[in-house]
C-alpha cells in the first residue's frame, strides 16, 4: 500500500502518460485484489479527500441482535493512531458489534479507514466537523480574574452524525454506546449492556477526584435512586458519556441528540430520551462493577522532523513516511529536528 500511495502522489505531480496508465493499471489490480471489506478499499487509498459519510462494511449479513452499535467520536491528533488501534484490538475481541467511527472533521481519513479495515469488524464511517462557530474562546472565572479559555462542545457533531445514521440506517435491534477513543474497556461491559431495553446506567471509573462516575442503586438493587459523580452542577443525570448505553429503538422515538453545550451534553441528551432515573436499568453487577475507565493519555504537539539523507539508503526515510502517514511526526526541511542515531561502529557494544 506504501508503495501504491507514492506512485500516486507522482502520477498527481504529472509525469507522462505512460506513467498515468501504469498508475491506473496498478490502482485497478489493487482496488480489485481481495481486501476484506474490499468496497472501502478504493476510498481508503484513493487519497485523502473522502465525502463525509463514507460508506459501511460488506459483513453486516454475518451479525445477530441484539448488535452492540459502538459510536466512537475520533479526531486527528498525535495519539490517534495509537488510542485507536489499542481500542480496535478490544473491540475484536466482540461479536455482534458495529463500530460506528464518527471523525470531528469535513472528510474522512486515511488513518481511520485503515485501523477500521485492519480490524475486520463490521464497521461504519462517517465525518462531520463541530462547527466554526463553537471553535472559540469563552470566558471562565479564575481565582485572579476572568481569563478565556477554549471550552468547546467536543465530539457532538461527530457523535449526533453517528446517531443520524443509526435511527436510519440500523435495520438490526440493539443497543448505542457512545466509547472514546481514549477510554479503557472491560469486555464484561459488552456482555451487561447488550440486554439494554430502555436506558442502561454502570459505573466509570478514573474519573474525578475520587475516581468513579455511575448510579446510585437501591439496596434490593432493583431501582437507579440517584447519582455518584465529581460534577453535579444541576444535572438531572450527572453521568459521564461512558456510564450509560441506550437502546435503539429509544434513539428513534425520542430523536435525542446531543447539545452544543460544553458539560450539558450527556444530560441533555438523557433527558431527550424522557425516561425518568427510576426507570433506567443499572447494570455492571448493579452499579457495583467498573467496567469502563475513563483514562487519559499525554497529549503532546506533533514534533518536526528533519527527513534523513535519502543517499544513506536505510529504513529510516520509509520509518518517518510511515510516522508522517500516521500523525506522529511532520518531516520537514524547515525546523525538523534530525533523528538521534548511532551508527555501526558509534553505537555501544555492551
Ligand atoms: C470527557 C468525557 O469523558 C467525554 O465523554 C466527553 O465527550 C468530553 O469530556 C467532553 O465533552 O469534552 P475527555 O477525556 O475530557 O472526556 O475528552 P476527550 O477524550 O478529549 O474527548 C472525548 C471524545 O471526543 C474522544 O473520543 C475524542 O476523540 C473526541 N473528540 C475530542 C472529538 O471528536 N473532537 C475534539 O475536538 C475532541
Ligand atoms: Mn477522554
Not at 167 to 182: L, P, Q
Not at 325 to 335: D, H, I, K, P, W
Request: glycine share 8%; with cysteine; aromatic share 8%.
Amino acid at each position: 500500500m506504501h508503495v501504491f500511495i507514492g506512485v500516486r502522489e507522482r502520477r498527481l505531480a504529472g509525469s507522462g502518460l505512460a506513467f498515468i496508465f501504469l498508475t491506473t493499471l496498478l490502482w485497478f489490480l489493487l482496488a480489485k485484489s481481495s481486501w476484506h471489506s474490499g468496497r472501502f478499499l478504493d476510498q481508503a487509498i484513493a487519497g485523502r479527500h473522502f465525502p463525509s459519510d463514507c460508506g459501511v462494511s460488506d459483513d453486516f449479513s454475518t451479525l445477530q441482535a441484539p448488535v452492540i452499535y459502538f459510536v466512537t467520536p475520533t479526531y486527528a491528533r498525535r495519539e490517534q493512531v495509537a488510542e485507536l488501534t489499542r481500542l480496535s484490538h478490544t473491540l475484536m475481541h466482540v461479536p455482534n458489534l458495529v463500530w460506528v467511527l464518527s471523525e470531528d472533521a469535513e472528510t474522512c481519513s486515511r488513518l481511520v479507514a485503515e485501523v477500521a479495515l485492519r480490524s475486520r469488524l463490521p464497521h461504519v464511517r462517517l465525518a462531520r466537523p463541530m462547527p466554526r462557530k463553537y471553535k472559540q474562546d469563552v470566558l471562565h472565572k479564575t481565582k485572579t480574574g476572568y481569563k478565556k479559555k477554549k471550552k468547546e462542545p467536543r465530539g457532538v457533531a461527530n457523535r449526533n452524525a453517528a446517531l443520524d445514521w443509526i435511527a436510519k440506517n440500523a435495520s438490526i435491534e440493539g443497543v448505542v454506546y457512545f466509547g472514546d477513543d481514549d477510554n479503557t474497556y472491560d469486555l464484561r461491559l459488552f456482555d451487561e449492556i447488550r440486554s439494554t431495553q430502555g436506558v442502561s446506567l454502570f459505573p466509570v471509573g478514573l474519573l474525578g477526584e475520587r475516581g468513579v462516575s455511575g448510579p446510585v442503586v437501591s439496596d434490593n438493587g432493583s431501582h437507579v435512586i440517584g447519582f455518584t459523580d465529581p460534577w453535579f452542577h444541576d444535572r438531572l443525570f450527572p453521568i459521564d458519556m461512558g456510564g450509560f448505553a441506550v437502546n435503539v429503538e429509544l434513539i428513534r422515538t425520542s430523536g435525542a441528540r446531543m447539545p452544543f453545550i460544553p458539560g450539558a451534553e450527556e444530560d441533555e441528551f438523557l433527558k431527550a430520551l424522557g425516561v425518568p432515573k427510576e426507570s433506567m436499568e443499572a447494570k455492571a453487577g448493579n452499579g457495583t462493577l467498573v467496567l469502563v475507565w475513563h483514562t487519559q493519555s499525554v497529549k503532546r504537539p506533533v514534533p518536526k522532523v528533519e527527513p534523513e539523507d535519502v543517499r544513506e539508503q536505510t529504513n529510516l526515510t520509509p520509518l518517518l513516511r510511515t510516522l508522517e502517514l500516521q500523525g506522529t511526526a511532520v518531516v520537514s526541511n524547515e525546523g525538523g529536528k534530525p533523528l538521534p542515531k548511532c551508527l555501526e561502529s558509534h553505537c555501544p557494544t555492551h
